[in-house]
């Protein structure tokens, strides 16, 4: 066995990273994987799916897949970290990876074509539930706005966006893209106008509830970002990071109750990839004279994000307010 698995890890690494040219050595990091694309037409535009990585330090890795599905990510090291998949833009899944052992990851994934409830879709898959079909000239349109913002070109993509649906007013997709794009200028009200609409023309569309729940809490208006945020939890209930905005809109609502079941919530969904809710109980708790919990908070915090540039501020309070066993 121990002469068998690194030929066999040796293979699985030439056949998804030997693509992107280069050696491929057993003893350097890689985040790599296949995303086994089921039920589209071998001739039809496939949607742009993006597999971003997130560090253990929070930074981001981007690949864009073709049509073998593989992805990989040379000399990154993965521990604790996070894989997120996207398709055109639309964040479908996250998973965290392990802060122990190898420093080769695998991960795969299946995008399907059904819808998620559909019989023909497998359990554990990824559907293209929010992709949406455009004319082969807003096809490229998008493409261009969405180089655009890749390439930090913020207003040729608005523009190029809103060419776009000037065309068809129907593409939700694109509305939220152009929520986004002008969250990033800063013109929040314009950012709320767009993501409505998308919303508009998609009702269950939850990525945009998620950033209209956030633009909410931006600015000020908190019980819009309840409803808005609750509706995303009803409609995702396993999705985390909606429990971690509901938790918050809750805290700032003054309702510490329900925000931290909602960040405990989150955690329990995605450990690593919500650690950050850990910090927000602790200042919950630190305000409210609960030191010991809040101590608490930090320490497991620390446990899942070991290298965070804080740590000894942390430590230093971890060890004035020492948590006791028996907290909860």
Sequence with gaps: MILIFPLAARAQLNEICGETGGTVWLNSPFVFGRISLNGF??????????????????????????????????????????????????????RSLPSVGPKQFRQDFAVYATQRDSPLAPPGTVSVKYAYSRSEGNAALFERADDADEKGETDRAIRLFRELLASDPQDFVAWARLGSLYYQKNDRRAAQTSYVRALKERPDFVPAMLNLGQIYLVRKNIRNAIETLKKAVEMEPELARAH??????????????????????????????????????????????????????YALFLEKVPEHPDRAKFERYIRSHPAAREDP
């Design 244 to 297: 971690q905005l509901l938790g918050e809109a809750y805290i700032l609502n003054k309702q510490g109750t329900l925000g931290v079941a909602a960040l405990n919530r989150a955690i329990e969904i995605d450990p690593v990839g919500m650690a950050q809710s850990h910090l927000l109980m602790a200042r919950l708790y630190d305000l409210a004279g609960a030191k010991r919990r809040a101590s608490r908070e």
């Design 41 to 94: 037409d071998r001739g039809a535009r496939l949607p742009k799916i993006t597999v971003t990585v997130l560090d253990r330090q929070r930074r981001e890795y981007r690949f864009t897949i073709g049509r073998t599905g593989n992805y990989c990510f040379r000399e990154l090291d993965g521990s604790g970290g996070t894989v997120i998949v996207d398709i055109e833009g639309v964040e479908v899944e996250r």
